[in-house]
Structures are given as C-alpha cells and as structure tokens.
C-alpha cells in the first residue's frame, strides 16, 4: 500500500475530558476529510496531535511519511513545509500587518527575494478576500479577518497537506464563502485537507469525506454527502450544528513557535 498523506494507528489521548480511544485512519493524497463528532474540543485534540502539538499516550501518526509522535523538533519544522496548519481561533502576531503575519513563513524558512515574498503574500490576502486589508495591523481588525488571514498565512509555503481547526468558527457570510472557494481551488490543486468542525453542512461544502467520532471513538466513515441521518440529527437536536463555536482556544498556541521569535500569546502565528 502507497504512503498516505496522514496515517493514524491505535492512537489513545486523553487530555482532561478529552479522550481519544484507539482512533485509527488514513487520508490519501489529495483527499479532503472532515472530522465530525460530539465533541469538538476532542475533534481539535486530534489534530493538534496530526500537527505534533499533542504527544499521544499510545499510537502513531504519520504526516508526508514522518511520526510526528517522536519526531524531532528539526524534523517537524522540516515537515511544517509541507504541513500548513490552521489554528481554530486564528492566532497571528497583533503588533504586525496581516501582510507582515502572511509574508513571515517565507520570510524565514525561504531565499525568496522581497519582491517575491510581498507578491506571493498580497495573492493569498487578495485569494481570501483581504487584498485592502493587507497592511492593517492584525489586532486592528476583527477576528473574522484574522481567520482568513491565518489560511492564507498556512499556505504561503504551498503546502500539500492544510490542517484546519474549526473553519467555520469566527467567520461572516463573506468568509465563509471565501473559504468555499479556496478549498475548491484546494480540492482542484491535490492539496489534501483534514479539518474538525461541529457545522455539518459547511463541511459538506469544504469537504468530501466524514469521519464521525463518537465518545473518542470512530463511528462512521465515508462520503460526506452520505452521512446518515441519524448523525445529521444529533447535531441539530442538541443545537450544535452550524454554530461553528471555536474549541481549540489558547490550545495550539504553539503550534510554530520556533518559526520565528514572539510574544508567547502570538506563537501559533509563526507557523
């Protein structure tokens, strides 16, 4: 069997009432794959696991080919090229531009002339909607604005892999459409995307398959538009679905502070 972009096995996590049992998966390349579940504080656990910001307590995961369970901190910053990862409450720097925050992983990690660097970060701003936004500061705007920024931002590398924490979380109308169009370009490009979110019907737009955790357990996989019922009401009697409420707050606050120096408050934004 060909390498898997994500290749989850026997993973147990339990971080206070947040328990993942024996979760074990594999994402293709080019795939696009919503986590669903009844908890979405568990759903983000597992993907900050899938970004090496969790050490499981058992079990294995496999981005792009390297355990990020034991992989060094080299190695990570290495995979992190190919690995964009969106945090749920759309960390950034406060005191510098959204262009400044985009243009950052490039900025460290290339040899990019300037030039270049401004132009492939003014793309992103403009692909997500912000081209007029693009030299606010980030603590000047609102968080809707921070969010989409914080996509454009895990692209600059050109990633093939988008880790995405609660997409719907935050935004406005405007945004969500935004982000319906990236990720069809996404989709359209081979990128494959891994995201947890609690609005069934925006991952219906974002993604193509469903995985339904239920009690950190999986309960259902394959196509989204398939998903039963049943799954569908369980959101919708408890008031959940389409409240795209962030659950990872502070939690992946760490998520690249190596990428570049900060204020521990601003550290996911390094990514």
């Known amino acids: 069997m060909s390498q898997a972009a994500v290749q989850i096995a026997g993973l147990w996590l339990r971080r206070d009432a947040q328990t993942l049992e024996d979760v074990s998966m594999r994402v293709d390349w080019g795939e696009s794959v919503a986590l669903l579940g009844d908890d979405q504080e568990s759903l983000s656990l597992l993907l900050r ?3 090496g910001l969790e ?3 058992r079990g294995t995961i496999h981005v792009a080919g390297v355990d990020v369970t034991s992989a060094s901190r080299r190695a990570l910053l290495e995979l992190r090229a190919q690995a964009g990862y969106v945090s749920g409450e759309g960390a950034a720097f406060s005191n ?3 262009l400044a925050n985009v243009a950052l992983p490039l900025r460290y990690h ?3 002339p300037e030039a270049e660097i401004e132009r492939r970060a003014l793309a992103l701003l403009a692909e997500v909607g912000l081209a007029e936004e693009a030299h606010e ?8 604005l921070r969010k989409r920024a914080a996509y454009a931002r895990a692209l600059a590398r050109d990633p093939r892999i988008l880790i995405v924490e609660d997409p719907s979380a935050l935004l406005d109308p405007e945004g969500r459409a935004a982000l319906e169009t990236l990720h069809a370009r996404l989709r359209a490009d081979g990128v494959t995307v891994l995201l947890a979110d609690d609005d069934v019907d925006f991952c219906a ?3 193509r398959r ?3 955790l239920q009690g950190g357990r999986i309960g259902w996989d394959g196509p989204i538009e398939a998903l039963p019922p049943a799954v569908r009401m369980m959101w919708r009697a408890s008031g959940v679905a389409g409240t795209g409420a962030s659950a990872s707050a502070n939690a992946s606050a760490g998520a690249a502070g190596a990428a570049a120096p900060g204020a521990a408050a601003d550290r996911t934004a390094g990514r």
């Open 96 to 98: 510098m531009s959204l």
């Open 110 to 112: 290339t040899d990019e």
């Open 55 to 57: 050490v499981p307590d």
């Open 205 to 207: 737009r974002l993604a």
């Open 49 to 51: 696991a899938c970004a």
């Open 137 to 144: 500061r980030a603590a000047a705007v609102p968080p809707a």
């Open 210 to 212: 469903a995985v339904v």
